[in-house]
């Protein structure tokens, strides 16, 4: 329902942030599973594509709009890292290849994104709206560095940690975005002369302490488990030549608007806004673990996990309007979909407020 929904809403753009497929089915409230089990070959992964292609109100929703798109992990396999997998497959960059390109030849991307004689498939890039707005699409999952401090028990994935437990976080080198990546968007955002300037990318990049009390706990498959590349995109948002700087992202199954500073437990100054959007039908965390550490991160305006949907940005040069919209639930195709919040970013002015 909530693509029928996003139809209706009749939005000019759609931005899709990641995990467009799953490679496994997941959580405690499945409704159904997958056809053809895990996917490992190019003709596997064909075929989950083809699968969710099969949705009627998902076919709509790609007739009805121009879309962009990153991807995140599980276009592949849960919690990759570069060039190794979650369970340090050493057939993983064989895996990762037939992944891209089957996610090539089902998705509308252009001619210059197919995949490269190596396997590789360079998704990001800028895509511009006249002086009105730059929307810089990143990956941040393909040139990553290794995970800090794994879970010997979970190979190669992420794992939570207090940080002061962790000195491989700030080991120096990690990224990630990978050095070519970092170099682009930093000249890309120095040279930026749009009026609103949307960085779109696959997960939350706030600061965030998920810990109730002493110490800060942080989730390493994040932009907390790579500090450096996280203070070096802040910095650069925060940059006074650069207008109007919105984030935008996913992956977290939970809606979580922001307003990003540097320092969240400090009076260090607000840099940006974030929204943070929830998954379109994915389980979330329990939203009774987002209550309790609401106190703990005060640059969070909103925080909600029990709900699926969308969020719709509708952008002037005034000001950009944020609507989460939400179906009552992801078991009923025809469920009602309500509003569940609004928030506004002004024009110079950084940072987003509620409506």
């Not at 990690?174 to 970092?182: N, V």
Request: with cysteine; proline share 6%; glycine share 8%.
């Amino acid at each position: 329902s909530a693509y029928a929904e996003l139809v209706r809403d009749d939005p000019r753009l759609m931005i899709f942030l990641g995990d467009y497929i799953y490679e496994n089915s997941w959580g405690d409230e499945l409704v159904r599973r997958h056809a053809g089990g895990e996917p490992y070959t190019l003709a596997q992964y064909r075929v989950r594509h083809a699968q969710y292609k099969t949705d009627p109100d998902l076919q709509r929703a790609h007739a009805a709009m121009p879309w962009l798109f990153t991807w995140d992990d599980h276009e592949v396999d849960n919690d990759p890292s570069s060039e190794q997998s979650e369970h340090l497959d050493p057939r993983f960059l064989l895996r990762r290849a037939a992944a891209y390109q089957a996610y090539y030849e089902h998705m509308p991307l252009p001619a210059h994104m197919r995949p490269r004689l190596d396997g590789s498939m360079q998704v990001y890039g800028q895509v511009d709206f006249g002086a009105l707005l730059s929307i810089y699409l990143l990956d941040d999952r393909q040139y990553r560095s290794a995970m800090a401090c794994t879970d010997p028990a979970k190979g190669g994935g992420s794992t939570s940690l207090l940080a002061e437990s962790c000195a491989e976080l700030e080991r120096p080198g990690r990224t990630m975005l990978g050095s070519a990546q970092e170099q682009w968007l930093l000249q890309a955002l120095g040279q930026s002369g749009a009026h609103w300037n949307l960085l779109a990318q696959q997960t939350l990049l706030s600061p965030k302490d998920d810990r109730v009390g002493p110490g800060r706990e942080l989730w390493t498959d994040g932009w907390d488990g790579y500090p450096a590349s996280q203070r070096q995109l802040l910095e650069a948002l925060g940059r006074p030549e650069l207008a109007n700087p919105v984030v935008i992202g996913g992956d977290v199954h939970a809606n979580i608007v922001a307003n990003l500073r540097l320092d969240p437990w400090s009076d260090s100054p607000v840099l940006a806004a974030e929204v943070c959007g929830t998954s379109i039908s994915s389980q979330g965390w329990a939203q009774e673990n987002y209550d309790a550490i609401r106190p703990e991160n005060p640059q969070l305006l909103y925080a909600r996990s029990d709900r699926r949907g969308y969020a719709l940005l509708d952008m002037n040069r005034r000001q950009t309007q944020v609507t989460l919209r939400s179906p009552q639930t992801v078991k009923t195709p025809t469920a009602p979909v309500e509003t569940l919040a609004r928030f506004v970013v002004e024009s110079g002015r950084r940072g987003i407020r509620g409506d």
